[in-house]
């Protein structure tokens, strides 16, 4: 019940404001005139002229006579009252208002008005012109923040209007050939509206129009344009090393960036493979350890401003290297001399410094020991240490400076045999014994092998 109400009372409302009722629709084509019926009179400020809309008063009519009143409409420039045509119709004596919303904005429209009752109506009235009100204008004072990373900020004075509701942002780039609508910031008081993800080093325009509760739409304000932040210059001079044992160095030329944060590290393994972020520092060297010989790595330095921007890196890569292993020694004779082994080897690479002689001796079947010798410098040894009925394998390699440890030599193997006049030296001090599973005895004196278990270096 409640609701029917409302509608009805909306529905009789609007009635008022339009003085339509629809009893008398419109005059007849061929209109008697009585002059004997009252004219319309408007009052002192009978006119009132908006943006959408033009409200008219006049004086009350006492004539029982009259039903009601027609109102004719032209909104031709130089309209008279042979252009005017009819536009409305009022069903009641007693009303002495009439709202026009059928107007736009800055547009002239020229008004008069008729009584009328039984088949008869009064002579026209004078004919009125009223000129709409011009659209509403936008702020008057519009600003933006440029520079910002990646973002702007526009604020502006509230409109002094107080039938504005909200504003409408729009934005356009030079790219573009229309506005496009932004966004809206409802509330006539609110001042400020910030716009992200945008471009960096980018020109954007904007501009804001104002909309009312009556649904008037401002014109456009002034245009303001932002320039977003550019990114940060990328480094210079990336410099890595290919020398040093177990580490990469980088440098590069110091940051010239005013709000300089600081720089990012990238490595990868392969040139155009992804790259993880290793390092953040602020001085422009970094040392990457690594516990590799010869490992091979690929950089990406980048600048970071205080905006947290970042320089563009991804298409400068640089390769570093740790220092590779000596090249391995050559063994290149190893015999038998009485109850001795003489072994005797190349110097293969001018980096080694010192040797290291890995010693297997296998008596019988089963038991098997390791012997390693350190810290030869000389380019023999005699192994005075030897059994008959016994197998001897050796390995060298190569020791450098920096203490890296070269690949395995070419591996020999002496097979003493057994003799009642071979005479038995003293068994060696052993640094390192461990038993092995049972390998089959070769019959060659000497195999090269190049699956030695390095582990124990």
Known sequence: MKLWNLVTLSIVSLLTFSGCSGAKPAPADKVVIDSTLPLIELTKNGIIADMNSIAFEWKSINDPRVEGIYIYKNTQKNGTDSKLEYYKTINSRFKTHFIDSYVLPDTKYYYSFATFAQDVQSPMSNTVVVNSLPVLESVSWIHSITGMPRTAKI?????????????????????????????????????????????????????????????????PSQIVRVVTKALPQSVNNIITTINLPRKIELKWDASTQKDFKFY??????????????????????????????????????????????????????????????????????????????????????????????????????????????????????????????????????????????????????????????????????????????????????????????????
């Open 155 to 219: 604020i502006w004075r509230p409109h002094e209007n107080q039938k504005v509701k909200e504003y409408i942002i729009e934005r356009r780039t030079l790219e573009d050939k229309e506005w496009k609508r932004l966004a809206v910031v409802e509330g006539r008081l609110n001042a400020e509206y910030i716009d992200t993800d945008l471009k960096d080093k980018y020109i954007y325009m904007y501009r804001i129009r104002v909309v009312t509760f009556d649904e008037i739409t401002s014109t």
């Open 264 to 457: 990012y590290v990238y490595r990868s393994e392969n040139v155009d493979g992804n790259y993880k972020l290793i390092a953040t520092l602020h001085n422009n060297r970094y040392t990457n350890k690594i516990d590799e010989d010869g490992k091979i790595y690929f950089y990406r330095v980048s600048v970071v401003d205080k905006d947290d921007l970042e320089s563009i890196h991804d298409k400068n890569s640089i390769e570093g290297m740790t220092l590779v292993k000596p090249k391995a020694p050559a063994i290149v004779d190893a015999k038998n001399v009485g109850s001795t082994i003489e072994i005797v080897w190349h110097k293969t690479d001018p980096r080694i410094q010192l040797y290291t002689l890995v010693k297997k001796h296998k008596k019988g079947w089963f038991d098997e020991t390791i012997e390693k010798i350190n810290d030869l410098q000389d380019t023999k040894y005699i192994d005075k240490g030897v059994e008959s009925d016994s197998t001897y394998s050796y390995v060298l390699y190569g020791v450098d400076k920096f203490g890296i440890v070269s690949e395995a030599s070419n591996e020999v193997r002496v097979v003493i045999p057994e003799s009642k006049d071979f005479v038995k030296a003293p068994k060696s001090n052993l640094n390192k014994e461990e038993s092995v599973s049972k390998q089959k005895e070769s019959k060659e004196v000497i195999i090269n092998s190049d699956d030695l278990d390095l582990s124990g270096l």
